[in-house]
């Protein structure tokens, strides 16, 4: 049975989650942070979309973007690809990094957007397992960014 297609309009927003495969660490270091943080600022621009909020976690990220062209599959294509095959290189791994396809629901920008942000950025804080008790001591979100 085909997928079914993703909903890509000029000016929509999203909420994107990606999780690593077996729900495995995506991230094992910093260096991965920081590389997949340069990818996706790679792709934000290429691809004009505004970046409102992101948080990575071990095993999952999230993303809030705009899209003002409808270009998020070939954009989220590239992001997860291009990540997939330097973490295998890196690490000297095989196969897949994400559980299947990412995740997007689209966001009432008016509604939702502040909220959304919110709870993207204050997800380190809401895991039990990250033992953060403040967003402001971790470093893998916007939040710092947005002060």
Known sequence: MARPL????????YHITAR?????????????????????????????????????????????LETPQPN????????????TQAFNRTHGLVGHVFQGRYNS???DKDAYLRELCRYVVLNPVRVKKTQVTSVAHYRWSSYLGNL
């Open 105 to 107: 629901i689209l966001v």
């Open 6 to 13: 993703r909903l890509e309009f000029p000016g929509a927003v």
């Open 72 to 83: 998020l599959v070939r954009g989220m294509r590239r992001l997860n690809g291009v990540y």
């Open 20 to 64: 690593g495969d077996r729900r495995e660490p995506i991230f094992l270091d910093d260096e991965d942070r920081l590389r997949f943080i340069d990818l996706l600022s790679k792709e934000v621009k290429q691809q004009g979309w505004l970046l409102y909020a992101f948080c990575l976690m071990d095993n999952h990220y999230h993303l809030l």
